[in-house]
């Protein structure tokens, strides 16, 4: 568990450093931290026990674009951000897998996604959020964020707003 609240505590710090865009999930308190690492650690302990399988996690990759095109890149980014997933999360038994890629026009979503948007747009766009990971990009700088979650415990399994969201120019293309 210790190890989880240092991960968190070096990702608070490191973005506190850059004149970027910020983390916008919502605060979460310390003893809400220990909880959640706490919850995990126990889950970890009985699920696997001495399994060692790999989790297959389906993703479900939303690009939310203007009607000039920015925000618009191809699949191969996309890919390039899966195979990076796969790369780093390998040594701890998780695989994704790009299920689906979908792309929007919406202006108004493009430029307001961090704020009302995401919870219009995502119970509209979402693929069963119960057995996908859905990711959204769109314009968050404009917001001063470089994206954002919502914590498991904010809302019941499978709900729409189980999500990732990052402005799409966090991605390398």
């Known amino acids: 568990m210790k190890k989880i609240i240092f ?4 990702v608070n710090f490191v973005h506190g450093q850059v004149d970027r865009p910020v983390c916008g999930t919502p605060s979460t ?13 126990q889950w970890s302990n009985v699920r696997d026990g001495e399994r060692n399988e790999m989790k297959m996690i389906f993703v479900a990759w939303h690009i939310i674009h203007s009607s000039s095109g920015q925000g618009n890149y191809g699949d191969d980014v996309a890919y390039d951000a899966i195979a990076w997933l796969n ?8 695989a994704f897998e790009l ?8 202006d108004n979503w493009f430029t307001t ?12 766009l979402s693929i069963d959020p119960f057995h996908n990971m859905n990711v959204y990009t769109a314009d968050l700088w404009g917001a001063g ?25 966090d991605l390398a293309y």
């Open 7 to 10: 991960l968190i505590s070096i």
């Open 29 to 41: 308190s310390q003893d809400q931290i220990e909880q959640i690492g706490s919850a995990v650690e």
């Open 87 to 94: 790369e780093t999360f390998a040594p701890h038994n998780f």
């Open 99 to 106: 299920d689906t890629i979908t792309r929007t026009e919406n």
């Open 113 to 124: 996604w961090a704020f009302e948007s995401v919870f219009t747009g995502a119970s509209v």
């Open 145 to 169: 964020v470089a994206g954002f979650s919502y914590l498991a415990n904010y809302y019941p399994a499978g709900d729409y707003r189980h999500s990732v969201n990052m402005d799409y120019r």
